[in-house]
């Protein structure tokens, strides 16, 4: 069945007492991500992943998003900071089911579309680790959820402004962006947003541009960053970000996948697929 969007119309239909703190920007950025459509695919579901953007109310009715330090036992990407999330499992009903599923065995956030409501499912980003990656963006408006974490996928959990991807340098008056950075960040003495220009590692090789941001727990960067950097857009559009996103040359993100499949797949089409109509909330 089709997802079941919430009403966040600032006209007709006022938000659930729950978001009472949110302001009215907020509340049009979740409108424009539960507006918010990706094109469809045929990339096959054994290779795919999701993780789940988990926004929430925070400090001046802000929106902030909840992020994992992995744990330092991982095999992979050991201590750096990521979205909850894993690969899709045959058992898994939807991508949506997969981030549920995996934001609850990672941090304890419950299985509850009532407490965690559905916004959007972005198109998907393609992982160094060959994964193609979709990104289930989701509201908790229940304020009694308690995070649990699983010692062995997440030693921390902490939060960052969503607006804040969209800096290239904290600015006044954002005042949640700079309660959220270190002290020499949140006064301009070190960088808050920097990004390096490198190779994607597929046959063509094409220009891939990496971004991170400082954050007051560590640094937040990859494609968790530009994971964020996406949601961030979509949510405060027409803004967009302080920064060049792109490389000079960069390739479309399904491009990326395509050529990064090429060699196996020479028929693979495009755009990417997003089976909404299965999602399972």
């Avoid at 065995?105 to 409501?117: A, F, H, N, T, V």
């Avoid at 994964?131 to 908790?140: A, G, N, Q, R, S």
């Avoid at 590692?201 to 937040?220: A, C, E, G, L």
């Avoid at 964020?228 to 967009?240: D, H, N």
């Amino acid at each position: 069945m089709s997802p079941s969007k919430p009403p966040y119309d600032l006209d007709d239909t006022p938000p659930p007492l729950d978001m009472d703190p949110l302001t009215e920007t907020s509340l049009l950025a979740l409108n424009n991500l539960v507006e918010y459509t990706p094109r469809e695919d045929t990339f096959p579901m054994e290779r795919r992943a999701a993780v789940m953007v988990a926004l929430f109310p925070g400090r001046h009715g802000d929106l902030y998003v909840l992020l994992n330090t992995r744990a330092l036992t991982l095999r992979s990407h050991p201590g750096e900071v990521s979205l909850p999330g894993g690969k899709w499992e045959q058992q898994d009903a939807s991508l949506v089911h997969t981030a549920r599923r995996e934001a609850w065995e990672e941090i304890g956030l419950e299985i509850d579309s009532d407490k965690i409501r559905f916004l959007t499912l972005l198109e998907p980003f393609y992982s160094r680790a060959g994964l193609i990656v979709t990104p289930v963006v989701c509201l908790i408006i229940d304020p009694y959820q308690q995070p649990s974490l699983n010692p062995s996928e997440v030693s921390s959990i902490f939060s960052h402004p969503l607006e804040a991807f969209l800096f290239h340098e904290p600015i006044e008056p954002q005042e949640p962006v700079l309660h959220s950075l270190p002290r020499p960040i949140a006064t301009g003495e070190q960088p808050y947003h920097t990004f390096s220009d490198s190779r994607w590692p597929s046959p063509d090789n094409p220009p891939y541009r990496f971004h991170t941001f400082q954050s007051k727990k560590q640094r937040i960067w990859g494609l968790t960053a530009d994971i964020l950097i996406q949601v961030a857009e979509i949510a405060y559009s027409p803004r967009k970000p302080q920064f060049e996103r792109k490389a000079p040359g960069q390739l479309d993100r399904v491009e990326i996948i395509a050529s990064s499949f090429s060699a196996q797949e020479d028929e693979m089409k495009l755009p990417v697929s997003i089976k909404r109509g299965k999602a399972n909330l």
